[in-house]
């Protein structure tokens, strides 16, 4: 499964910006689906999950309430919208692939076995 992440650039804070992730695979529906993000200097971190219905989504709390997660399954796409970002949401983001997610290890890297090559969000103060 290749992933190919696109949509970053600069925003300035409270705008919004949409990434978007497309799957080259015929099965993109085995797959859960996430984003992550790392800061410089910082290790990659977990930002949201999309179960592979689209049914069940998780966020971390630091983006809880503004960024939102979706999937179009017939467009092997997912997506990540984000709303009144603030200059601390800088970072580049990553989508990420598993067909065997649960729960409790959602936001551990090590639960994805296909990976984006990123795409770089900027937010402006």
């Known amino acids: 499964v290749q992933l190919q992440a696109s949509g970053g650039g600069l925003v300035q804070a409270g705008d919004s910006l949409r990434l978007s992730c497309v799957a080259s695979t015929r099965t993109f529906t085995n797959y859960a689906v996430g984003w992550f993000r790392q800061a410089p200097g910082e290790e990659r971190k977990w930002v949201a999950t999309?179960?592979?219905?689209?049914?069940?989504?998780r966020y971390a709390d630091s983006v809880k309430g503004r960024f939102a997660i979706s999937r179009d399954n017939a467009k092997n796409t997912m997506y990540l919208q984000m709303n009144s970002p603030k200059p601390e949401d800088t970072a580049v983001y990553y989508c990420a692939a598993g067909p065997r997610i649960i729960l409790s290890s959602l936001q551990y890297p090590g639960s994805y076995d296909y990976w984006g090559q990123g795409t770089l969000v900027t937010v402006s103060s």
């Open positions: 999309i179960s592979w219905n689209g049914g069940t989504t």
